[in-house]
């Protein structure tokens, strides 16, 4: 049986585990034999600058928001601080994640349930306990993201699939979520 290896996507491939690791690694190799050394430097330090005022500023934004009062339920951001405790480095995600769910309250969601891109599983582990329902079939192309989904117990089968090759027979589902997904998919008329 051959060797199965992840792509640069994470996901599961045939292939030569020692050429992938090399590829990989290469790209952010410092000493390389390349003449741009400067401009690795450069990369370097201003990440080494640039990602602690980033974290300052999600910081003194996510307090600004709590003074606010936004984390009590004013303009329906209720679940704010379930995302912020999940992802502490990002301000325009849990915005956006807290209004998604909001907007599902509103939703009639039905069993069974297939989730195209399931990610790392949070967000539909709160629409699972929200909406009192076991999610069918958590799926996504990646191994390792299904992998980290399966901590929060909230699907009751995991597969790999991909969003442009559903393997099951139409109408297998009454409900079918993709939540930020479309942005992903190389071919969004097939999905």
């Known amino acids: 049986m051959p060797e199965l290896v992840p792509d640069e996507f994470g996901s599961l491939r045939e292939g030569n585990k020692n ?13 390389s034999n390349s003449q741009n ?15 602690p005022l980033l974290l300052l ?3 003194f ?3 600004k928001l709590s003074r606010a009062g936004c984390e009590k339920g004013k303009d329906g951001i209720l679940p704010f601080k379930l995302f912020t405790d999940v992802y502490p480095g990002c301000v325009y995600s849990p915005f956006i994640k807290s209004y998604e769910l909001e907007l599902f309250k509103k939703c009639d969601i039905k069993g069974p349930i297939l989730e195209v891109g399931i990610g790392d599983g949070y967000f539909s582990s709160l629409l699972s306990k929200q909406n009192s329902q076991r999610i069918t079939y958590g799926a996504d192309l990646m191994y390792g993201v299904l992998k980290s989904a399966r901590r929060y117990g909230h699907c009751d089968n995991y597969v790999i699939m991909d969003a442009c090759e559903i393997p099951f027979p139409n109408g297998s589902f009454r409900t079918v979520i993709m939540n930020n997904l479309m942005n992903h998919l190389p071919n969004r008329e097939a999905a």
Do not use: H, N
């Not at 050429?19 to 000493?31: A, H, L």
């Open 37 to 51: 050394w400067l401009s690795k430097l450069f990369w370097k330090v201003s990440t080494l600058i640039t990602f």
């Open 57 to 59: 500023a999600a910081g």
């Open 19 to 31: 050429r992938y690791w090399e590829i990989r690694f290469s790209k952010f190799d410092f000493f």
């Open 61 to 63: 934004y996510s307090r």
